[in-house]
C-alpha cells in the first residue's frame, strides 16, 4: 500500500458511505444494524490508519481543505525563497569572500536539517512540503553564488544536481512537488546536455526536440521500470512527461524555438500539429480509458490551448471579429461533442467490462 492507493482507497470509502446513506434515505436497502456497525468500525479503522500513514483525507470536508493548504504551502515557499534571495542580495556586498562561500555552502544544509525538524514535528506533509522547496531554492542560490563568486560558465550540470538534491528530498519524505521539480530539472539537463553535445552552447540554442528525450523517458519509465518506488510514484512520472512534452510541441508549433528538422519554418508548424494532434488525442482517449481524470484534464487543456494558439495563428487577421468569434464557438460546441463522446464510450466499455 502507497499514499496514491490509500487515498483511491479513501476516496471509495467516502463515496460508498454516501451511497448508503441515500439508498438507506430512499428506502431501497437497509442493512441489519451489525452489519453496518461491522462495516462502519472495519472502514473507520482503515482510514484512521490511513491517515496516519500518508497523511490522507477522513472526509470530503478535508479533501477540500487540503487542496487550500497545498497551495497556501506552496506560495508560503515562494515567499520565504524570496525572502532569503533578498536578503543575500541586500547584504551580500557587505560580506567578506569567505563569509559569502560560508553561508552560500551552509544554506541548503540548514534548510535539509530544518526540513527534518518540521517533519518530525508535524504529521501533515504540508508544512515538510514548505521547508523542503526552500531548501531547494537555497541550493539553486547556493550554486547561483558560488559560480558568481569564482566566475564560473553556466553548465547544464547545475540543473543534475538540483533534480538530485529534489529527488533526495522527495524520496526522504514523499513529496509529490518537490518529485516533480526534481524531475522537470532533470529533464533539462539531459536536453541541454544533448544540446551541448552537438557543439551548441545550451544557454543560447534551444532546440526543443532535444529535450524531449529526459521528458519522454520519464512518461515511459513506470512503464519500463520494474521499481517499486517508479510505480508507487508513475502518477508523477506520467504528470512530468506529459505536462513537459505538451509545453515542447506547443512551442514548436507556433515557431518559438529552434528544430532539427530540414525544413522551412512554415512545413515544421505543419509537421509538428500534427504530432501534436496525434500525441494530445492519443493522451486524452487513453487518460479516458484508464479513469485518470487528471491526465485528462491535462490532455484535454493542452489540445483546447493548442487548437486556440492555432486559430488566432491563422484566422485573426483574416475574418470580421464577429465571424471569428462565431466560429470559435461553434468550435466550442464541437469540442463539448467529442469529450461527451469519449464519455459515452468510457461508460461502454465500463459497461462491458461489467
Known amino acids: 500500500m502507497n499514499k496514491v492507493d490509500a487515498e483511491r482507497r479513501s476516496r471509495r470509502i467516502r463515496a460508498f458511505r454516501d451511497e448508503l446513506s441515500e ?10 444494524a451489525e452489519d453496518v456497525s461491522r462495516v462502519t468500525a472495519y472502514h473507520d479503522d482503515l482510514l484512521s490508519r490511513f491517515s496516519a500513514a500518508f497523511d490522507t483525507n477522513l472526509n470530503d470536508g478535508e479533501a477540500h481543505l487540503s487542496w487550500g493548504m497545498r497551495l497556501v504551502s ?31 555552502t551552509l544554506a541548503p544544509f540548514l534548510g535539509w536539517a530544518v526540513t527534518e525538524l518540521v517533519a518530525r514535528l508535524f504529521r501533515t506533509s504540508y508544512f515538510t512540503e514548505l521547508a523542503a522547496l526552500v531548501t531547494i531554492a537555497c541550493f539553486v542560490l547556493n550554486l547561483h553564488l ?22 533526495l528530498l522527495a524520496i526522504r519524505h514523499g513529496l509529490d512537488l518537490v518529485l516533480g521539480l526534481g524531475l522537470a530539472s532533470l529533464a533539462v539537463f539531459i536536453g541541454a546536455s544533448l544540446t551541448g553535445f552537438i557543439g551548441l552552447y545550451w544557454l543560447q540554442e534551444f532546440i526543443a526536440e532535444f529535450y524531449f528525450a529526459g521528458f519522454a ?14 510505480r508507487d510514484n508513475r502518477l508523477i ?14 512551442s514548436l508549433a507556433i515557431g518559438v524555438p529552434d528544430s532539427v528538422l530540414p525544413f522551412s519554418t512554415e512545413m515544421q508548424k505543419w509537421i509538428y500539429l500534427v504530432v501534436a494532434l496525434v500525441i494530445g488525442s492519443g493522451a486524452l482517449a487513453l487518460s479516458v480509458r484508464a479513469g ?63
Request: include cysteine.
Open 23 to 32: 439508498l438507506e434515505t430512499e428506502g431501497i436497502l437497509h442493512l441489519p
Open 74 to 104: 506552496g506560495l508560503g515557499a515562494v515567499a520565504l525563497s524570496l525572502a532569503v534571495f533578498l536578503f543575500f542580495n541586500h547584504y551580500w556586498d557587505a560580506f567578506s569572500t569567505p563569509l559569502q562561500v560560508t553561508l552560500a
Open 146 to 167: 558560488l559560480a558568481e563568486i569564482y566566475n564560473i560558465t553556466p553548465s547544464p550540470g547545475a540543473f543534475f544536481s538540483w533534480g538530485i538534491f529534489a529527488l
Open 217 to 230: 523517458l520519464f512518461l515511459l519509465a513506470p512503464v519500463v521500470l520494474r521499481v517499486s518506488w517508479v
Open 237 to 250: 512520472f506520467f504528470l512530468v512527461g506529459m505536462l513537459g512534452l505538451f509545453l515542447l510541441l506547443l
Open 292 to 354: 485518470w481524470v487528471v491526465g485528462a484534464c491535462l490532455a484535454a487543456c493542452f489540445l483546447i490551448l493548442f487548437l486556440l494558439f492555432k486559430y488566432f495563428d491563422w484566422f485573426w487577421d483574416k475574418w470580421p471579429a464577429y465571424i471569428f468569434f462565431l466560429i470559435l464557438g461553434l468550435l466550442a460546441v464541437l469540442v463539448i461533442l467529442v469529450l461527451r463522446k469519449l464519455r459515452l464510450m468510457g461508460r461502454r466499455e465500463a459497461g462491458n467490462a461489467g
